[in-house]
């Protein structure tokens, strides 16, 4: 179905690793925006690996700072006020933070490719879809203008557009949302990147739109071994797509783990209220959990937990001292100052036997 | 079709009709060419539907499926084209403006947008205390006494009276659109949306205030919502709407776990559940394509462009909502009471139309 633009050079770009098989690799990140209001740290001090073909979902609230973690990855941040204080971002051996504008500029696009929640803002209205497939080939992949115009019907097909080639020539609002968003998705996966970043891809589609682009979504990770970092606040989309999930809060990771693992067993009060104030569609419940109170300012955060005024486990040294990042299991950690009580009473007796650290 | 309403009936709508005509296909048009055929958006066409007292029927569909417009249909936000709409014995589509005004006192509506829903000139005062005036329920210092309850009841604290909209968070500002609708102590209240903009964490408080104040104000909702796990958790009964029409009604339960009608069958598959085990396993019914447009909608089975058991008689034949089980409504001329499954019924046959049609 997929149809690769130079087949071999992808396989090869496949199998090229870092030396410790992570394509990507975000250490001690901090992203700060200087505000009338103070100094908002919208990303403070997080790390975190993306193993080559594997997909990581990073679930939080509005203001989290989960789209601003990935607009710091590929250099999105509007300077001023926004800047990256410190940090590293490795893509294959490459700290992305050191590059100059110039090379960053390669790399997106073609290397680390991007789709956003609205696709009408993020196509040009002016432009027939075809012009704004053949821009991305033209430009990363040298194509004359005959092979970038085969290269974006293919394309359109690849992504289930009916009828591409007559299709092709339309501006984008003679598009739905859904087809809008497979054109992004076209765009995207033009030049076959290694990295695709997805923020909030489906929140703006109806439920069976969204069913089809995440199918969509699937396949051509399946079909061309890129890897995926898929932004949303829907848990329901992350326990269906992911590998690994990273749940965000305030700037801070506050858990990371397994897909399988964070569900079934959470190490992080946040995560659990989350994950128990979500309807679930089949499952009987009775009262909803709630979670008291509203996610914080990040401007004026409070010394100790930011979690710490909504959190049913709250102690006394949550309001005093920023909670430890816990180890609990391989590959699963939580910031919190109970995170072994939390993580030992959401396990049923038989994980917990295998489990416990 | 008019059946008055009873007992336990809040209100009884009846072949309600809600289009809204584009122009086009008059002589001018017709000796230009550009538009030659009449354009009408059949938003809500030929509604009919019981609301049962102290219940929530939730309301669900896609966009553009009509679902606001019927809710604001019946409050007579919007004009309706054609039908009723009774509550206790008189028929709001046809009742004169200050005959609707007194009756707009018992029916209310809470928005989906809480910001843009409140004046932001105004305080939360002045906007929970103004139905009280208009109504002429309360003044001066009982007014204000009435205010304080109001905001109390919702959650929120009295000092917060002399404050504007904007400086309230989103969860906040719904708080004060239900403390507003509560103002003059309604029976029934549309819910369009309520919690389609807030986070997460902030949808569950919200849907717990809504199932508290219905239980202690014995109140009766239409909650009118794209979310399916949201609808799921509130609703007592549920109605799906696809382009204009009801295609199914149940018992919440009910329509979960055996969704009859086709369109049911795939919105209900489609919606993500936040089990990654459940996620890994289940079968998805994809649907093809996007919703048609609602301008001069397919003729038939509104549903038959995307549905995978279509056949030639559903292209012609509209399809009624025809008792399938008991207190279980689909429209789908493919399934009778006798075979309400569609997988079991023959290649090509069509049992309903026999019975309802």
């Known amino acids: ?357 | 079709m008019t059946t008055p309403v009873t007992n336990s009936t809040v209100l009884s709508i009846r072949d309600l009709k809600v289009h809204f005509d584009l122009g086009g296909g008059g002589p001018l048009d017709r000796l230009i060419g550009t538009n030659p055929v009449k354009r009408v958006v059949k938003a809500v066409d030929g509604v009919s539907l019981d609301i049962y007292e102290g219940e929530t029927l939730g309301l669900v569909g896609e966009s553009g499926c009509g679902k606001s417009t019927l809710g604001r249909a019946i409050l007579r936000l919007t004009e309706p084209t054609d039908g009723h709409v009774f509550y206790r014995d008189r028929d709001l589509a046809h009742l004169s403006g200050r005959q609707l005004r007194e009756q707009r006192r018992h029916l209310q509506i809470i928005f989906q947008d809480p910001y843009a829903s409140l004046n932001p000139r105004m305080t939360v005062g002045q906007i929970v205390g103004e139905p009280l005036a208009t109504f002429g329920l309360a003044r001066g210092r009982e007014a204000e006494q009435r205010v304080q309850e109001l905001l109390e009841t919702v959650g929120l604290s009295k000092r917060f009276i002399k404050r504007y909209p904007h400086e309230f968070s989103g969860g906040q500002r719904q708080r004060i659109g239900i403390a507003r609708a509560l103002a003059v102590d309604p029976d029934f209240i549309v819910a369009d949306e309520p919690i389609s903009a807030l986070d997460v964490s902030i949808q569950a408080q919200i849907m717990n205030l809504l199932e508290r104040l219905r239980r202690e104000k014995n109140l009766t909702y239409l909650f009118i919502s794209h979310d399916l796990r949201a609808i799921r958790h509130v609703s007592d009964r549920v109605a799906v709407m696809y382009l204009g029409k009801l295609v199914e009604i149940a018992d919440a339960k009910t329509i979960y776990r055996e969704p009859l009608m086709p369109y049911t069958k795939a919105l209900i598959s489609a919606v993500p559940v936040p089990d990654p085990q459940v996620e890994a396993t289940r079968q998805r019914i994809m649907l093809e394509g996007d919703v048609p447009s609602p301008i001069n909608p397919p003729p038939g089975c509104r549903f038959h462009t995307r549905c995978p058991y279509a056949i030639e008689a559903c292209r012609e034949v509209v399809p009624q909502l025809v008792e399938i089980k008991p207190a279980h409504f689909a429209a789908c001329i493919r399934i009778s009471p006798a075979e309400p499954h569609i997988e079991n019924v023959a290649p090509g046959a069509a049992p309903g139309l026999e019975t309802g049609h």
């Open chain 1, 1 to 357: 179905m997929f149809h690769p633009a130079n087949p071999v050079k992808m396989t090869l770009l496949n199998k090229m690793t870092t030396t410790n098989g992570n394509l990507l690799e975000v250490k001690n990140l901090r992203t700060y925006f200087d505000t009338e209001d103070g100094i908002v740290k919208a990303v403070d001090d997080i790390s975190f690996q993306l193993k080559r073909g594997e997909t990581l979902g990073i679930v939080g609230e509005s203001g989290s700072g989960k789209s601003v973690t990935n607009l710091s990855i590929i250099r999105l941040i509007p300077d001023p006020p926004g800047k990256i204080v410190s940090g590293e971002v490795i893509f294959k051996d490459n700290d992305l933070l050191l590059l100059s504008n110039e090379a960053i500029r390669k790399i997106r696009g073609r290397r680390i490719a991007m789709i956003f929640q609205d696709p009408m803002t993020s196509l040009n209205p002016f432009m027939k879809i075809s012009r704004q497939l053949m821009e991305m080939t033209q430009l990363h992949l040298g194509h004359t203008k005959a092979q970038a115009y085969e290269h974006a019907i293919r394309m359109l097909e690849t992504v289930g557009i009916p009828d591409a080639r007559a299709r092709a020539d339309s501006y984008p609002h003679e598009f739905s949302g859904g087809m809008r968003q497979r054109v992004m998705i076209a765009m995207a996966l033009s030049c076959e990147p290694e990295l695709l970043i997805a923020d909030e891809p489906t929140t703006a589609l109806d439920v069976t739109i969204q069913a089809q682009i995440l199918e969509l979504i699937k396949t051509l990770k399946r079909e061309t071994g890129t890897s995926v970092i898929l932004i949303t606040h829907d848990l329901g989309v992350v326990a269906g797509m992911t590998d690994h999930v990273i749940v965000m809060y305030a700037g801070k990771i506050f858990e990371q783990a397994r897909t399988a693992e964070l569900f079934s067993r959470p190490g992080n009060p946040y995560t659990k209220g989350l994950l128990r104030s979500v309807p679930d569609p089949i499952a009987e419940q009775g009262k909803l959990y709630q979670i008291p109170g509203q996610p914080p300012d990040v401007a004026h955060l409070k010394p100790g937990c930011p979690f710490a005024p909504r959190c049913d486990h709250v102690q006394e040294i949550c309001h005093r001292e920023f909670p430890p990042f816990v180890q609990l299991n391989a590959d699963h950690y939580s910031l919190c100052h109970f995170a072994r009580e939390v993580f030992a009473e959401s396990g049923n007796p038989q994980i917990s036997q295998i489990g416990s650290v």
